[in-house]
């Protein structure tokens, strides 16, 4: 199974952007989908997940900026961003968390200039 990220670029501070990470097939027993992000000089971070009954959670630097969503055969997970900031440039990695192990996409690149 291969996890493709897209949907990110250069964005001017205030603006949007919206991610999305497409699995190649239907994944079973996924437990959790997450967003993480990496800035340079930076250790990786979780900033968003959705459990499999939806609940989701976020980090508090982009609670209420960002939507993490998915869609009905849960294939894809998206990542709804707003009013953008400098501190949101990073490497956006998409992850589900199944029963079977954990599956990674390669990432894209958000750049938000101020």
């Known amino acids: 199974v291969q996890l493709q990220a897209s949907g990110g670029g250069l964005v001017q501070a205030g603006g949007s952007l919206r991610l999305s990470c497409a699995a190649s097939r239907r994944i079973i027993g996924i437990k959790v989908m997450r967003w993480h992000r990496q800035a340079p000089g930076k250790e990786r971070e979780s900033v968003a997940s959705i459990l499999t009954n939806g609940s989701v959670n976020y980090a508090g630097s982009v609670k209420g900026r960002f939507n993490i969503s998915r869609d009905r055969d849960k294939k894809t997970v998206y990542l709804q961003m707003s009013s953008l900031e400098p501190r949101d440039t990073a490497v956006y990695y998409c992850?589900?968390?199944?029963?079977?192990?954990?599956?990674w996409g390669l990432g894209t690149q958000v750049t938000v200039s101020s």
């Open positions: 992850n589900f968390d199944t029963v079977y192990g954990n599956y």
